[in-house]
């Protein structure tokens, strides 16, 4: 078994304008009270599949090459900051992406109907497209300080290929392999 989900990688200067904001929240709180997501490990998750049987491989792989074959490539923008679950007590905190046409919505949705089959049924909350720049550690009073909700800088995440990635959990912090990559082709 492996530890795999599906996602749209950033490009670097999308990356860069992410570590520069989550350095920006950094300096507002107390060491240690958030686990910040290394920018090389940052992306937008579209579905985590959890532990998956190495067989079971080349059906998702086809799956995600059928979805890919669906979908035309299109374009997110950074938005603003926010926090799961809610903000006073943030859990995670976030980088929403603007989709104004739905089309990672949509993608979402391929995607969940391409693995009901394989099952893995569709997910009950809804889609939100967000990059994670952390996770709170310690007291969740003090994290909600943070000037969340404010614009983040302009920037363009192109989305071209949907990829299958497996993630090893080290004590360092995660450790990321691509899978398999399905380009949109549309």
């Known amino acids: 078994m492996i530890r795999t989900f599906i996602a749209v990688k950033l490009p670097d200067i999308v990356r860069r304008l992410l570590e520069e904001q989550a350095l920006a929240f950094e300096k507002l709180l107390p060491d240690g009270t958030v686990r910040w997501v290394k920018p090389e490990l940052m992306h937008l998750t579209l579905r985590f599949l959890g532990d998956t049987a190495d067989d079971r ?5 086809d799956a995600l090459d059928r979805v890919g074959t669906e979908t035309a490539p299109f374009t997110l923008r950074l938005e603003k900051s926010g926090a799961f679950p809610i903000p006073r007590r943030p859990r995670v905190l976030w980088a929403g992406l603007q989709d104004d046409a739905g089309q990672a919505a949509a993608l979402k949705q ?3 109907a391409a ?3 394989l099952g893995w049924e569709p997910e009950a909350r809804p889609f939100t497209s967000h990059i994670t720049l952390g996770r709170t550690k310690g007291d969740q009073r003090t994290v909600a300080t943070l000037p969340l909700g404010m614009a983040l800088p302009p920037a363009e995440a192109p989305v071209t290929a949907i990829h299958l990635i497996e993630s090893k959990l ?3 912090g995660p450790v990321y392999s691509t899978l398999h990559t399905a380009r949109l082709l549309g």
């Open 57 to 61: 491989l080349p059906a998702i792989y």
């Open 110 to 112: 391929r995607l969940d």
């Open 115 to 117: 693995l009901t089959p």
């Open 170 to 172: 080290r004590p360092a």
